[in-house]
Protein backbone atom coordinates (compact mmCIF):
# COMPACT_ATOMS: atom_id res chain seq x y z
CA UNK A 1 0.00 0.00 0.00
CA UNK A 2 1.09 3.46 -0.79
CA UNK A 3 1.07 5.90 2.36
CA UNK A 4 -2.05 5.73 4.02
CA UNK A 5 -4.71 8.37 3.59
CA UNK A 6 -5.56 7.30 6.98
CA UNK A 7 -3.84 5.68 9.82
CA UNK A 8 -5.37 4.96 13.24
CA UNK A 9 -2.51 3.41 16.09
CA UNK A 10 -3.47 1.58 19.14
CA UNK A 11 -7.10 3.70 19.20
CA UNK A 12 -8.68 3.30 22.65
CA UNK A 13 -12.56 4.26 23.79
CA UNK A 14 -13.38 4.30 27.66
CA UNK A 15 -16.93 4.90 28.71
CA UNK A 16 -17.47 5.04 32.53
CA UNK A 17 -20.54 3.87 33.61
CA UNK A 18 -21.75 5.82 37.28
CA UNK A 19 -21.73 3.89 39.99
CA UNK A 20 -24.36 2.19 41.79
CA UNK A 21 -22.87 2.68 45.55
CA UNK A 22 -22.91 5.48 48.41
CA UNK A 23 -20.84 8.75 46.40
CA UNK A 24 -20.80 6.81 43.34
CA UNK A 25 -18.31 3.95 43.98
CA UNK A 26 -18.72 0.94 41.87
CA UNK A 27 -18.04 3.03 39.02
CA UNK A 28 -17.15 0.24 35.55
CA UNK A 29 -15.10 1.40 32.61
CA UNK A 30 -16.24 0.09 29.23
CA UNK A 31 -13.28 -0.80 26.88
CA UNK A 32 -15.47 -0.43 23.81
CA UNK A 33 -12.32 0.27 21.92
CA UNK A 34 -9.48 -1.65 22.96
CA UNK A 35 -5.97 -1.23 21.00
CA UNK A 36 -7.45 -0.66 17.29
CA UNK A 37 -4.92 -0.28 14.59
CA UNK A 38 -5.46 -0.15 10.96
CA UNK A 39 -4.79 2.05 7.68
CA UNK A 40 -6.60 2.84 4.64
CA UNK A 41 -5.12 3.53 1.46
CA UNK A 42 -6.26 6.69 -0.79
CA UNK A 43 -9.39 5.92 -2.96
CA UNK A 44 -9.36 2.22 -0.91
CA UNK A 45 -12.42 0.90 1.60
CA UNK A 46 -11.55 -1.05 4.41
CA UNK A 47 -14.79 -2.65 5.77
CA UNK A 48 -15.12 -3.03 9.36
CA UNK A 49 -17.35 -5.61 10.43
CA UNK A 50 -18.77 -7.84 13.82
CA UNK A 51 -21.73 -7.82 15.56
CA UNK A 52 -23.91 -5.41 17.88
CA UNK A 53 -21.91 -3.92 20.63
CA UNK A 54 -18.35 -4.43 19.52
CA UNK A 55 -17.24 -1.20 19.02
CA UNK A 56 -17.26 -0.43 14.90
CA UNK A 57 -19.22 2.11 15.45
CA UNK A 58 -17.62 3.73 18.37
CA UNK A 59 -14.28 2.89 16.52
CA UNK A 60 -16.04 5.23 12.91
CA UNK A 61 -17.22 8.05 15.41
CA UNK A 62 -13.58 8.03 17.11
CA UNK A 63 -11.82 8.37 14.24
CA UNK A 64 -13.67 11.38 13.68
CA UNK A 65 -13.98 12.65 17.22
CA UNK A 66 -17.49 12.13 17.97
CA UNK A 67 -16.33 9.55 20.79
CA UNK A 68 -14.18 10.70 23.22
CA UNK A 69 -10.42 8.80 22.94
CA UNK A 70 -8.62 7.75 25.76
CA UNK A 71 -5.53 6.52 24.23
CA UNK A 72 -3.98 5.69 20.52
CA UNK A 73 -3.49 7.94 17.83
CA UNK A 74 -5.18 8.90 14.32
CA UNK A 75 -3.37 10.31 11.67
CA UNK A 76 -4.81 11.69 8.30
CA UNK A 77 -2.51 12.45 5.30
CA UNK A 78 0.57 12.45 7.60
CA UNK A 79 -1.48 14.69 10.46
CA UNK A 80 -1.44 13.80 14.02
CA UNK A 81 -5.42 15.00 14.82
CA UNK A 82 -4.42 15.04 18.57
CA UNK A 83 -1.54 17.68 17.77
CA UNK A 84 -4.06 20.23 16.14
CA UNK A 85 -5.26 23.42 17.39
CA UNK A 86 -9.38 23.59 17.19
CA UNK A 87 -9.18 26.14 14.46
CA UNK A 88 -6.73 23.46 12.27
CA UNK A 89 -9.05 20.51 13.66
CA UNK A 90 -11.86 22.10 12.59
CA UNK A 91 -10.53 22.82 8.50
CA UNK A 92 -9.32 19.19 8.89
CA UNK A 93 -12.98 17.92 9.85
CA UNK A 94 -14.25 19.22 6.74
CA UNK A 95 -11.64 16.53 5.06
CA UNK A 96 -13.74 13.36 7.07
CA UNK A 97 -17.80 12.79 6.74
CA UNK A 98 -19.59 10.50 8.01
CA UNK A 99 -23.05 8.81 6.42
CA UNK A 100 -25.04 7.75 9.32
CA UNK A 101 -27.33 4.21 9.29
CA UNK A 102 -30.23 5.60 10.18
CA UNK A 103 -31.27 8.24 7.73
CA UNK A 104 -33.98 9.69 9.59
CA UNK A 105 -32.77 10.16 12.66
CA UNK A 106 -29.46 11.67 11.18
CA UNK A 107 -31.57 14.75 9.08
CA UNK A 108 -32.97 17.65 11.27
CA UNK A 109 -36.97 17.28 10.69
CA UNK A 110 -37.11 20.44 10.79
CA UNK A 111 -34.78 21.63 7.88
CA UNK A 112 -35.41 21.46 4.39
CA UNK A 113 -33.18 19.72 2.19
CA UNK A 114 -31.64 23.25 0.63
CA UNK A 115 -30.69 23.91 4.44
CA UNK A 116 -29.18 20.21 5.00
CA UNK A 117 -26.97 19.95 2.17
CA UNK A 118 -26.07 23.48 1.86
CA UNK A 119 -25.38 23.65 5.92
CA UNK A 120 -21.41 22.34 5.10
CA UNK A 121 -21.36 24.55 2.27
CA UNK A 122 -21.65 27.73 4.44
CA UNK A 123 -19.93 26.35 7.52
CA UNK A 124 -16.75 25.42 5.60
CA UNK A 125 -17.42 28.22 3.58
CA UNK A 126 -17.02 25.88 0.28
CA UNK A 127 -19.20 28.32 -2.00
CA UNK A 128 -19.92 31.73 -2.50
CA UNK A 129 -23.46 32.58 -1.08
CA UNK A 130 -24.67 32.88 -4.82
CA UNK A 131 -23.12 29.99 -6.01
CA UNK A 132 -24.82 27.54 -3.25
CA UNK A 133 -27.90 26.55 -4.48
CA UNK A 134 -26.48 25.55 -7.67
CA UNK A 135 -24.07 23.50 -5.80
CA UNK A 136 -27.19 22.20 -4.33
CA UNK A 137 -28.57 20.99 -6.90
CA UNK A 138 -25.57 19.79 -8.62
CA UNK A 139 -25.25 17.53 -5.44
CA UNK A 140 -29.00 16.39 -5.61
CA UNK A 141 -28.47 15.45 -9.16
CA UNK A 142 -25.43 13.16 -8.37
CA UNK A 143 -27.13 11.11 -5.75
CA UNK A 144 -30.11 10.96 -7.82
CA UNK A 145 -32.65 13.30 -6.65
CA UNK A 146 -34.51 16.03 -8.51
CA UNK A 147 -34.61 19.36 -7.48
CA UNK A 148 -38.20 19.61 -6.96
CA UNK A 149 -36.29 17.59 -3.21
CA UNK A 150 -35.14 21.19 -2.71
CA UNK A 151 -38.06 22.58 -0.66
CA UNK A 152 -39.16 19.24 0.85
CA UNK A 153 -38.85 17.88 5.01
CA UNK A 154 -37.10 14.41 5.46
CA UNK A 155 -40.33 13.41 6.27
CA UNK A 156 -41.93 13.51 3.10
CA UNK A 157 -39.19 11.25 1.34
CA UNK A 158 -38.40 7.32 1.25
CA UNK A 159 -35.81 5.74 3.92
CA UNK A 160 -33.90 5.33 0.25
CA UNK A 161 -34.09 8.76 -0.44
CA UNK A 162 -33.62 10.10 2.73
CA UNK A 163 -29.88 7.83 2.77
CA UNK A 164 -29.34 9.90 -0.35
CA UNK A 165 -29.77 13.07 1.19
CA UNK A 166 -27.63 12.06 3.80
CA UNK A 167 -24.54 11.04 1.30
CA UNK A 168 -25.51 14.58 -0.94
CA UNK A 169 -24.52 16.37 2.48
CA UNK A 170 -21.18 14.27 2.89
CA UNK A 171 -20.08 14.56 -0.39
CA UNK A 172 -20.95 18.43 0.01
CA UNK A 173 -17.84 19.02 2.56
CA UNK A 174 -15.59 17.55 -0.43
CA UNK A 175 -14.34 15.26 1.86
CA UNK A 176 -11.49 12.80 1.20
CA UNK A 177 -12.50 10.35 3.48
CA UNK A 178 -16.10 8.77 4.94
CA UNK A 179 -17.28 6.96 7.34
CA UNK A 180 -20.23 4.84 5.97
CA UNK A 181 -21.52 3.74 9.53
CA UNK A 182 -24.01 0.59 8.46
CA UNK A 183 -25.23 3.18 5.18
CA UNK A 184 -28.08 0.29 4.21
CA UNK A 185 -28.77 -2.08 7.13
CA UNK A 186 -31.99 0.17 7.68
CA UNK A 187 -33.10 -0.15 4.46
CA UNK A 188 -34.79 -2.62 1.59
CA UNK A 189 -32.74 -5.31 0.07
CA UNK A 190 -33.65 -3.86 -3.02
CA UNK A 191 -32.67 -0.30 -1.79
CA UNK A 192 -29.53 -1.19 -0.23
CA UNK A 193 -27.96 -2.38 -3.61
CA UNK A 194 -29.25 0.72 -5.11
CA UNK A 195 -27.04 2.82 -2.37
CA UNK A 196 -24.64 0.80 -2.44
CA UNK A 197 -23.93 1.43 -6.22
CA UNK A 198 -24.31 5.14 -5.76
CA UNK A 199 -21.44 5.18 -2.78
CA UNK A 200 -19.41 3.24 -5.23
CA UNK A 201 -19.90 5.75 -8.70
CA UNK A 202 -19.21 8.29 -5.88
CA UNK A 203 -16.13 6.80 -4.63
CA UNK A 204 -14.82 6.20 -8.60
CA UNK A 205 -15.47 10.05 -9.47
CA UNK A 206 -14.29 11.48 -6.55
CA UNK A 207 -11.21 9.08 -5.22
CA UNK A 208 -13.15 8.85 -1.90
CA UNK A 209 -11.57 6.33 0.67
CA UNK A 210 -13.80 4.82 3.02
CA UNK A 211 -14.31 2.88 6.25
CA UNK A 212 -17.12 1.01 5.40
CA UNK A 213 -18.71 -0.40 8.66
CA UNK A 214 -21.70 -3.63 8.78
CA UNK A 215 -22.17 -6.30 10.55
CA UNK A 216 -23.10 -7.98 7.30
CA UNK A 217 -20.05 -9.79 6.03
CA UNK A 218 -21.95 -9.95 2.35
CA UNK A 219 -22.57 -6.43 2.00
CA UNK A 220 -18.79 -5.52 3.49
CA UNK A 221 -17.45 -8.06 1.07
CA UNK A 222 -19.22 -6.55 -1.58
CA UNK A 223 -17.59 -3.06 -0.81
CA UNK A 224 -14.45 -3.14 0.89
CA UNK A 225 -10.78 -3.92 -0.51
CA UNK A 226 -9.74 -5.05 2.87
CA UNK A 227 -12.19 -6.42 5.75
CA UNK A 228 -11.01 -6.02 9.65
CA UNK A 229 -13.28 -8.27 11.92
CA UNK A 230 -14.16 -7.08 15.30
CA UNK A 231 -14.99 -8.65 18.78
CA UNK A 232 -15.48 -7.00 21.84
CA UNK A 233 -13.48 -3.87 20.83
CA UNK A 234 -10.55 -5.52 18.87
CA UNK A 235 -9.53 -6.72 15.31
CA UNK A 236 -9.29 -10.37 15.80
CA UNK A 237 -8.62 -10.66 12.24
CA UNK A 238 -7.56 -9.02 8.86
CA UNK A 239 -6.85 -9.52 5.77
CA UNK A 240 -7.47 -8.70 1.76
CA UNK A 241 -11.08 -9.31 0.93
CA UNK A 242 -10.23 -12.23 -0.70
CA UNK A 243 -7.72 -14.05 1.62
CA UNK A 244 -10.24 -13.28 4.45
CA UNK A 245 -12.87 -14.90 3.26
CA UNK A 246 -11.30 -17.80 1.03
CA UNK A 247 -9.72 -18.57 3.81
CA UNK A 248 -10.81 -17.29 7.15
CA UNK A 249 -8.44 -18.23 10.22
CA UNK A 250 -10.41 -17.13 13.05
CA UNK A 251 -13.07 -19.37 14.28
CA UNK A 252 -15.49 -15.72 14.54
CA UNK A 253 -15.15 -15.10 11.52
CA UNK A 254 -15.40 -18.27 10.11
CA UNK A 255 -19.42 -17.93 12.16
CA UNK A 256 -20.04 -15.19 10.67
CA UNK A 257 -19.16 -16.18 7.06
CA UNK A 258 -20.71 -19.38 7.40
CA UNK A 259 -24.29 -17.35 8.06
CA UNK A 260 -23.61 -15.58 4.65
CA UNK A 261 -26.33 -17.56 2.51
CA UNK A 262 -24.51 -18.56 -1.00
CA UNK A 263 -25.97 -17.97 -4.54
CA UNK A 264 -25.40 -21.32 -5.74
CA UNK A 265 -27.95 -23.30 -4.09
CA UNK A 266 -25.99 -26.45 -4.54
CA UNK A 267 -23.09 -25.75 -2.78
CA UNK A 268 -25.35 -23.74 -0.25
CA UNK A 269 -26.88 -27.61 0.48
CA UNK A 270 -23.78 -28.55 1.64
CA UNK A 271 -22.26 -25.98 3.43
CA UNK A 272 -21.52 -26.40 7.68
CA UNK A 273 -22.88 -23.25 9.44
CA UNK A 274 -21.44 -22.50 12.35
CA UNK A 275 -23.78 -21.75 15.40
CA UNK A 276 -22.07 -19.95 17.84
CA UNK A 277 -23.60 -20.02 21.67
CA UNK A 278 -23.84 -18.23 24.40
CA UNK A 279 -23.47 -14.47 24.99
CA UNK A 280 -21.04 -11.88 23.63
CA UNK A 281 -19.81 -11.01 27.12
CA UNK A 282 -19.72 -7.38 28.69
CA UNK A 283 -17.32 -5.13 27.51
CA UNK A 284 -16.77 -3.37 31.28
CA UNK A 285 -15.20 -7.71 32.19
CA UNK A 286 -14.11 -9.29 29.09
CA UNK A 287 -13.01 -12.87 29.67
CA UNK A 288 -9.13 -13.24 30.13
CA UNK A 289 -7.45 -15.05 27.70
CA UNK A 290 -8.77 -15.02 24.21
CA UNK A 291 -11.84 -12.64 24.55
CA UNK A 292 -13.92 -15.42 22.51
CA UNK A 293 -13.21 -18.02 24.46
CA UNK A 294 -16.54 -18.34 26.47
CA UNK A 295 -18.08 -19.06 22.52
CA UNK A 296 -15.49 -20.64 20.53
CA UNK A 297 -16.47 -24.47 19.33
CA UNK A 298 -12.73 -25.19 19.63
CA UNK A 299 -11.02 -23.49 22.33
CA UNK A 300 -8.46 -25.94 24.21
CA UNK A 301 -6.39 -24.81 27.94
CA UNK A 302 -4.46 -21.68 26.71
CA UNK A 303 -6.96 -20.22 25.19
CA UNK A 304 -8.70 -18.94 28.92
CA UNK A 305 -5.57 -17.69 29.86
CA UNK A 306 -2.97 -16.28 27.15
CA UNK A 307 -3.89 -13.34 25.43
CA UNK A 308 -3.88 -13.96 21.18
CA UNK A 309 -2.03 -11.49 19.49
CA UNK A 310 -2.69 -10.65 15.75
CA UNK A 311 0.09 -12.72 13.88
CA UNK A 312 0.79 -13.48 10.48
CA UNK A 313 -1.35 -16.20 8.55
CA UNK A 314 -0.78 -15.56 5.58
CA UNK A 315 0.35 -12.13 2.64
CA UNK A 316 -1.71 -9.23 4.34
CA UNK A 317 -3.34 -11.27 6.45
CA UNK A 318 -3.22 -11.67 10.46
CA UNK A 319 -5.19 -13.72 13.19
CA UNK A 320 -5.88 -13.13 16.75
CA UNK A 321 -6.13 -16.82 17.83
CA UNK A 322 -3.82 -19.45 18.66
CA UNK A 323 -4.80 -22.32 17.14
CA UNK A 324 -4.83 -20.33 13.59
CA UNK A 325 -1.93 -21.86 10.94
CA UNK A 326 -2.83 -19.94 7.66
CA UNK A 327 -4.07 -23.31 5.98
CA UNK A 328 -6.90 -23.68 4.53
CA UNK A 329 -10.12 -25.15 6.86
CA UNK A 330 -12.01 -28.05 5.62
FE1 LIG B 1 -10.79 -19.91 19.91
FE2 LIG B 1 -8.56 -20.11 21.33
FE3 LIG B 1 -8.46 -19.14 18.87
FE4 LIG B 1 -9.56 -17.72 20.83
S1 LIG B 1 -7.41 -18.32 20.66
S2 LIG B 1 -10.36 -18.00 18.81
S3 LIG B 1 -10.55 -19.30 22.02
S4 LIG B 1 -9.03 -21.22 19.47
Redesign the pocket.
Known sequence: MTAPLLSIEDLRVHFTLPGQGWFGRGKQVVRAVDGVSLQIGRGQTVGLVGESGCGKSTTGRAILRLAPIAGGRVVLDGTDLASLSPDALRRVRRRMQIVFQDPFASLNPRHTVVQIIGEPLGVHDLRPPGERIGRIRELLDLVGLPSSALGRYPHEFSGGQRQRIGIARAVAAEPDFVVLDEPVSALDVSIQSQILRLLLDLQQSFGLTYLFIAHDLAVVGQMSDEVCVMYLGRI?ERGTRQALYDNPQ???TQALLSAVPYPDPAIEATRRRVILTGEVPSPVSPPP?????TR?????D???T?V?GLRAVGSDHVA?????TGAVAT
Open positions: VHPYGCHFHCPIAVRCREPACHLA
